[in-house]
């Protein structure tokens, strides 16, 4: 069974930064493609990054040159670094591995004062 455990959120003020972390099971992680999402209040969930099983890396126009997903292969982790946080990005983000989208994680949940 898959599993997804995301950590890392909290509550930062603008222009702060945040590493939220994602440990995966029941999945090979390392041919894995991931991808991060974001859900904030009564908005959709949005794809913010993604990065495949070889690394290469894509983001969301919002947070280009803001945020930066990587991974860890050895720990079945994949990260997301967040800099120069905005209000606007606070959400619940998730990890999700595309091919086995179905599964979802708790989440975890950032706060972004103004």
């Known amino acids: 069974q898959v599993q997804l455990m995301e950590s890392g959120g909290g509550l930062v003020q603008t222009g702060g930064s945040l590493r939220l972390s994602c440990v995966a099971s029941?999945?090979?992680?390392?041919?894995?493609?991931m991808r991060w999402y974001r859900q904030a209040p009564g908005k959709q969930r949005e794809l913010v990054a993604a990065?495949?099983?070889?690394?290469?890396?894509d983001y969301a126009d919002s947070v280009k040159g803001r945020f930066i997903i990587s991974r860890d292969n050895a720990k079945n982790t994949v990260y997301l670094q967040m800099n120069s946080l905005k209000p606007e990005d606070t959400a619940v983000y998730y990890c999700n591995a595309p091919r086995r989208s179905a599964y979802w994680g708790q989440g975890t949940q950032v706060t972004v004062s103004s």
């Open positions: 990065i495949t099983s070889g690394g290469s890396t």
């Open positions: 029941g999945i090979i992680f390392s041919i894995n493609p």
